[in-house]
T-cell receptor
Framework: EAQVTQNPRYLITVTGKKLTVTCSQN?????MSWYRQDPGLGLRQIYY???????DKGDVPEGYKVSRKEKRNFPLILESPSPNQTSLYFC????????????FGPGTRLTVT | QKEVEQDPGPLSVPEGAIVSLNCTYS??????FMWYRQYSRKGPELLMY????GNKEDGRFTAQVDKSSKYISLFIRDSQPSDSATYLC????????????FGAGTRLAVHP
């Protein structure tokens, strides 16, 4: 089944404790993105990647890091999480140039206390 | 001012009603307009997309774009309880594949 998977689905952590949210897609898509979803603000892009080793900032990149060492994986790293990063995070992928359709993962609900 | 405004609802309608969901936007460069549906505890999934102005129909769903008014709509005919979800509009300029801007979403509840 074509899909985007994320792990973990739920995470509660404390301020300053480094964490990684994994994302993997099995559709051989070139492009991958991370979004956060907050009430009243909608989905906002954190980072995106056009291909292996090629990443760029989205609209809200502060406090986040990403890497793309393999085409299928695009982990999101929070090196020192803070309470304002409590949110619902989505990974997405899309085939490539010419396609606007994003395929989203199931989401990771992160709480930072 | 947000680039894309969407009434958050919630919108509650009886089964069989016609539902109208709307977004307004301020950036005249937007050319691609999309509607995503998001069920509770799931990721958004693309429902429909249109390029520039006009209408597009897919079964019970019709997407409408009025670029002169900077206004897009999604109509759902004969609404069903299974249509209960949050509907997100999204838009991008020509070639702006990585510049998708989402509305905040409208929560819809269709009750039997």
């Amino acid at each position: 089944e074509a899909q985007v998977t994320q792990n973990p689905r739920y995470l509660i952590t404390v301020t300053g404790k480094k964490l990684t949210v994994t994302c993997s897609q099995n559709m051989n898509h070139e492009y991958m993105s991370w979004y956060r979803q907050d009430p009243g603000l909608g989905l906002r892009q954190i980072y995106y990647s056009m291909n292996v080793e090629v990443t760029d900032k989205g609209d809200v990149p502060e406090g986040y890091k990403v890497s793309r060492k393999e085409k299928r994986n695009f982990p999101l790293i929070l090196e020192s999480p803070s309470p304002n990063q409590t949110s619902l995070y989505f990974c997405a992928s899309r085939p490539g140039t010419g396609s606007y359709e994003q395929y989203f993962g199931p989401g990771t609900r992160l709480t930072v206390t | 001012q947000k680039e894309v405004e969407q009434d958050p609802g919630p919108l509650s309608v009886p089964e069989g009603a016609i539902v109208s969901l709307n977004c307004t936007y301020s950036n005249s460069a937007f050319q691609y307009f999309m509607w995503y549906r998001q069920y509770s505890r799931k990721g958004p999934e693309l429902l429909m997309y249109t390029y520039s102005s006009g209408n597009k129909e897919d079964g019970r769903f019709t997407a409408q774009v009025d670029k002169s008014s900077k206004y897009i709509s999604l109509f759902i005919r004969d609404s069903q309880p299974s249509d209960s979800a949050t509907y997100l509009c999204a838009m991008a300029p020509l070639g702006g594949y990585n510049k998708l801007i989402f509305g905040a979403g409208t929560r819809l509840a269709v009750h039997p």
